[in-house]
T-cell receptor, first 115, second 114 residues
Framework: DVKVTQSSRYLVKRTGEKVFLECVQDMDHENMFWYRQDPGLGLRLIYFSYDVKMKEKGDIPEGYSVSREKKERFSLILESASTNQTSMYLC??????????????FGQGTRLTVV | GDSVTQMEGPVTLSEEAFLTINCTYTATGYPSLFWYVQYPGEGLQLLLKATKADDKGSNKGFEATYRKETTSFHLEKGSVQVSDSAVYFCALTDSGAGSYQLTFGKGTKLSVIP
């Protein structure tokens, strides 16, 4: 059974803290994505990575950074958490082969609350 | 850039009612089209897909037909069940801008009541 695993289902952090969200996939996929999901706004792309050590900004990268040191792991970093980063964060992976026609696989999400 | 527009929810239906969720898209290339579903407390999972014009994707009683002439991919089900309560996302993948794009609509929340 293919899997995308996010390290935490729920997190509560304080304003100003550095926060790490981890995502691991076991499908040997080249492409990995971080989205945030907010009511009324749907899924918004933060960053994606198409290879180890490669990254591209998505639609809302401000306040975030990412790291991809190994193919299976893609980390999202909130350098200094703020209350407006309270959200559901979703990680996804997708094969480069047949990118157009194959599905993206999602983790279960991390609900982050910044207080 | 590419975009996906879905009908706004929430949508509330009685069990066994007919469901339609509208989805239209704009794309620079020739996209593949997807419907994903998110059940409460879970991530998204693929519901169905269509990769070329006039293709019909189907799964679990849901159907959607790729209509290139109207740039649409509407989701339908003839008789919904309480277990279909979820958020539904229309999405596309495209390579028309020279790089691969994966774009989602904002989602439509469906609630089915007994």
């Amino acid at each position: 059974d293919v899997k995308v695993t996010q390290s935490s289902r729920y997190l509560v952090k304080r304003t100003g803290e550095k926060v790490f969200l981890e995502c691991v996939q076991d499908m040997d996929h080249e492409n990995m994505f971080w989205y945030r999901q907010d009511p009324g706004l749907g899924l918004r792309l933060i960053y994606f990575s198409y290879d180890v050590k490669m990254k591209e900004k998505g639609d809302i990268p401000e306040g975030y950074s990412v790291s991809r040191e190994k193919k299976e792991r893609f980390s999202l970093i909130l350098e200094s958490a703020s209350t407006n980063q309270t959200s559901m964060y979703l990680c996804a992976s997708k094969s480069e082969t047949g990118f157009l026609n194959t599905e993206a696989f999602f983790g279960q999400g991390t609900r982050l609350t910044v207080v | 850039g590419d975009s996906v527009t879905q009908m706004e929810g929430p949508v509330t239906l009685s069990e066994e009612a007919f469901l339609t969720i509208n989805c239209t898209y704009t794309a620079t290339g020739y996209p593949s089209l997807f419907w994903y579903v998110q059940y409460p407390g879970e991530g998204l999972q693929l519901l169905l897909k269509a990769t070329k014009a006039d293709d019909k994707g189907s799964n679990k009683g849901f159907e959607a037909t790729y209509r290139k002439e109207t740039t649409s991919f509407h989701l339908e089900k003839g008789s919904v069940q309480v277990s279909d309560s979820a958020v539904y996302f229309c999405a596309l993948t495209d390579s028309g801008a020279g790089s691969y794009q994966l774009t989602f609509g904002k989602g439509t929340k469906l609630s089915v009541i007994p």
